[in-house]
Nanobody
Framework: QVQLVESGGGLVQAGGSLRLSCANS????????MGWFRQAPGKERECVAA????????YYADSVKGRFTISRDNAKKTVYLQMNSLKPEDTAVYYC??????WGLGSPLEHEYDYWGQGTQVTVSS
């Protein structure tokens, strides 16, 4: 069982920044592709960013390109989502997810992820 622990959510004004972290203790973390998803009230969950096992390949949803940055530190077994220039429409519960098939490239498809964190609330006020 892969356990993912998210942190860093909170309340921020529009234009502000937050950094989300997702940590796990798996020995094989460095071989997993990771993703960040979000779900706003009344909406489907969507992928905002994903990163390959090496960090060399990334995906961003159009709505966050140029504002969000996904990164990973395999030594710390942690993946990050730096969120800048936040907008009220970024308000959602954010989840990290792990694709435990080794050497993945980071997919935006929800069904390709095997384990999910508990979610962290991000609220952006106008």
């Amino acid at each position: 069982q892969v356990q993912l622990v998210e942190s860093g959510g909170g309340l921020v004004q529009a234009g502000g920044s937050l950094r989300l972290s997702c940590a796990n203790s798996e020995r094989t973390f460095s071989s997993y592709a990771m993703g960040w998803f979000r779900q706003a009230p009344g909406k489907e969950r969507e992928c905002v960013a994903a990163i390959s096992w090496s960090g060399g390949s990334t995906y961003y949803a159009d709505s966050v390109k140029g504002r969000f940055t996904i990164s990973r530190d395999n030594a710390k077994k942690t993946v990050y989502l730096q969120m800048n220039s936040l907008k009220p429409e970024d308000t959602a519960v954010y989840y990290c997810a792990a694709d435990i098939r080794r050497w993945g490239l980071g997919s935006p498809l929800e069904h390709e992820y095997d384990y999910w964190g508990q979610g962290t609330q991000v609220t952006v006020s106008s």
